[in-house]
């Protein structure tokens, strides 16, 4: 009789929060809808009946004009997650160490786990910040194969300047996957994009669903050199992103000066929102950190409690421990968020 192995046994589907929400600030996603009119009438005369590019050309070569970087060393996932399940299956065998700093985003220790493979955390400081100098040591001494985390971080807010992010590139043998999910509302300087085919260890996710509001269609990015690209390009399923999700994420991609000025409006509203929770100076958040995304990350010993209100309210936003992500949102959903608090302050 099949048994299921240990390492599922125990293991529960992914539940979100779900449900009708007048303001839904918990999934980091854009709150700017795409014109649909527009992605229709682009996709009129697609044919279903064919399989679709396996390299998704066309959007790699969009994504490479858009980032200026060669569309070559581009690789196209279903969303950022395939091509962190496909680094961690294919690129490791079992057992091999990898490294992951704590908080970081889930999926760096769920793939890893799955596959078997030998999880070791190193912890951030009270900033949240990585000492660069301990996580070399520590690859080194350990013989890490693979370093995985976010830049700016997923749930922290958090910015690491890319000359600590290329010195931990420099100075360890393990292959260094750096996911940039966020670097939109940050600065492109801080990026690592344009320096993946200098190293022969580095790998730069990329993301559609945050900046590009764009979470619907799962569509992600893998930016490195060509030993890397062609060997993720052989070892993903051949038609692994859909026709229509090659063609809507082109078509975005292309529309550069759109894209942009929805970002500044994503920023603008994050910065609005900083300010008024700032002046109104709650009296149980203890700190917001310097965020670096389309979120705020605030430490409160009222995490549970405020969590639990703002739901009840139909507003949605995420707790981790003693923490609260919020989304920033549309001017509508984010006033609704400050009059739950000052209600509840």
């Given at each position: 009789m099949y048994e299921l192995p240990d390492k599922l046994?125990?293991?529960k589907p992914y539940t979100p929060v779900s449900g009708e929400f007048k303001a839904r600030l918990n999934a980091n996603e854009s709150f700017i809808k795409q014109d649909n009119e527009l992605i229709l009438s682009h996709l009129k005369n697609i044919g279903l009946n064919r399989y679709p590019d396996p390299y998704a050309k066309k959007t790699c070569e969009a994504f490479g004009v858009f980032y200026s970087v060669n569309p070559e060393l581009v690789t196209a996932g279903n969303g950022s997650d395939e091509l962190?399940?496909?680094?961690?299956?294919?690129?490791?065998?079992?057992?091999?160490?990898?490294?992951?700093?704590?908080p970081d985003f889930s999926m760096y220790f769920f793939y890893p786990k799955i596959y078997e493979l030998d999880i070791n955390v190193l912890m951030k400081n009270d900033d949240f910040l990585i000492d660069i100098d301990?996580?070399?040591e520590y690859c080194n001494d350990k013989n890490i194969?693979?370093?995985?985390l976010s830049n700016p971080c997923n749930p922290t807010s958090v910015g690491i300047?890319?000359?600590?992010?290329?010195?931990?590139?420099?100075?360890?043998?393990a292959l260094v996957v750096i996911d940039e999910a966020y670097m939109e509302f940050w600065?492109?300087?801080?990026?690592?994009?344009?320096k993946t085919d200098k190293y022969n260890n580095l790998i730069v996710l990329k993301t559609c669903s945050k900046a590009f509001g764009l979470a619907g269609i799962r569509l992600g990015f893998a930016v490195a050199g060509k030993i890397i690209t062609k060997a993720l390009k052989a070892a993903k399923s051949p038609y692994n992103v859909n026709?229509?999700?090659?063609?809507?994420?082109?078509?975005?991609?292309?529309?550069?000066?759109?894209?942009?000025?929805?970002?500044?409006?994503?920023?603008?509203s994050k910065n609005n929102l900083l300010r008024i929770i700032n002046e109104y100076n709650f009296k149980f958040f203890e700190?917001?950190?310097d965020s670096k995304t389309n979120f705020l990350f605030i430490k409160t010993i009222s995490a549970e409690a405020v969590y639990k209100m703002l739901l009840d309210r139909g507003i949605a936003i995420s707790r981790f421990m003693d923490n609260l992500r919020i989304t920033c949102g549309s001017e509508e959903e984010n006033n609704a968020l400050i009059k739950a608090l000052q209600e509840y302050n």
């Open positions: 046994k125990n293991l962190i399940s496909i680094i961690a299956s294919c690129f490791l065998k079992k057992n091999d160490k990898v490294l992951c700093f704590e301990e996580a070399i194969k693979c370093i995985l300047s890319v000359s600590e992010i290329e010195r931990l590139v420099q100075n360890v043998s600065n492109d300087d801080e990026s690592l994009l344009n026709i229509l999700t090659q063609e809507i994420g082109a078509l975005i991609l292309q529309n550069k000066h759109i894209s942009k000025e929805r970002i500044k409006i994503i920023i603008e700190k917001i950190y």
